[in-house]
């Protein structure tokens, strides 16, 4: 009977436990978990024989023929062998559909990763084949927007650091949701910072090369209160470093804001509590006080506008019916909202 929901913890237990089952399937949007696993696979083997234990395939550059002939053979001086496919959500689903009857009685002697970064791989039959005979399939779970500063906060705890708002402000908005950049990133920080010490502005701007007075944070910030001259100079700024501040980033991150403004407008408590309800914030948090001073200085038709030009914005930025340089439409954008 297959294993059911397993999740990244189960895989590296049984990995460490040396307790595997004959085919693992790996896939999904988040590619950290399965780079992260494919190495604890390939740790299986010790180094001195992975020469003829271990082969690592490319689903984009092989075929199902040779997969399974690498499954079909016998480790050599040793109990087992690792057969890992790279790349299998690449290719269409006959590609592993070839694989079903290996999967129907698989090598007791070898371990089978199929491995698909980044999204699902596909071939129902191999998949129910695969299942029957024990497979664990494992599907990554997608970091969403509103789980990134938790998982960050979750990260710098464990590491024994502690994080500023600002300074975690700073970090969400360089890597977004890319979970490998996430841990990159503090894990530069754990080795910069003391046992204990706090992760602040400043270490952020030096350590990561985040401005802390010019960045996608501050910019909200400024576009909140309506700081019109603080605005501009955050786009001057973001205008002649174009490397680390897209313009085209700048405009979802606008585009975000008076989304979860028309929210707070609308929502039917106006109390902080009710706000950080409706918008999926946490009660005094950054973002909390940002749409209360929204409210404040923002009304729902001028919000309507602002998210109808964050999206003419979004297309012309692309180029489609502009040639326009986008930091041009940045300014044009801003403009349009202010006024």
């Known amino acids: 009977m297959a294993t ?17 089952a004959p085919i693992y399937i790996l896939h ?14 390939e740790g299986l083997i010790p180094q001195e024989s992975r020469d003829f234990n271990l082969y690592v395939l490319y689903a984009t550059q092989t075929t199902p023929e040779q997969v399974q002939e690498a499954c079909m053979r016998y480790p050599m001086m040793a109990d087992r062998q690792v057969v890992i496919l790279k790349e299998a959500q ?28 980044g999204d699902k791989v596909t071939g129902a039959k191999f998949l129910k084949a695969a299942r029957a005979s ?6 990554t779970p997608k970091l969403y927007d509103n789980k990134v500063g938790p998982m960050i906060e979750s990260l710098v705890r464990n590491e024994g650091l502690s994080i500023d708002q600002k300074a975690l402000a700073m970090l969400i908005d360089h890597v977004g949701t890319d979970l490998s950049r996430i841990i ?3 894990n530069k920080l754990k080795t910069a910072l003391p046992s ?25 910030d400024a576009i909140a209160v309506r700081d019109t001259a603080k605005i501009y100079r955050i786009a001057d700024y973001f205008q002649a470093n174009p490397k680390q501040n897209p313009a085209i980033v700048s405009g979802i991150a606008i585009f975000g804001f008076f989304a979860k403004l028309l929210l707070a407008i609308y929502a039917p408590d106006k109390s902080e509590p009710g706000i950080a309800g409706a918008i999926g914030a946490r009660p005094y948090s950054g973002e909390l006080k940002r749409i209360m001073a929204g409210m404040r ?5 001028q919000v309507i506008n602002a998210i109808s030009a964050c999206r003419r ?3 012309r930025a692309k180029g489609i019916g502009s040639r326009a340089d986008e930091y041009a439409l940045l300014r044009e954008l801003l403009f349009t909202i202010l006024n």
Request: hydrophobic share 45%; charged share 20%; proline share 5%.
């Open 4 to 20: 059911a929901a397993p999740s990244f913890k189960d895989i590296k237990q049984q990995i460490a436990a040396s307790q595997t």
């Open 28 to 41: 999904g949007p988040e590619g950290y978990y399965v780079d992260e696993l494919v190495k604890a696979f």
């Open 90 to 117: 690449a290719v269409k689903a006959d590609f592993l559909e070839k694989l079903t009857a290996y999967a129907e009685h698989p090598n007791p002697q070898t371990v089978l990763v199929v491995a698909g970064r």
């Open 134 to 139: 024990g497979a664990v399939v494992f599907e």
């Open 184 to 186: 990159n990133e503090v």
């Open 196 to 220: 204990g010490g706090a992760i602040t502005p400043q270490a952020v701007e030096k350590l990561i090369g985040v401005s802390k007075d010019f960045n996608n944070w501050e910019l909200i």
């Open 297 to 301: 200085n923002f009304n729902a038709w």
């Open 313 to 315: 914005f979004d297309v």
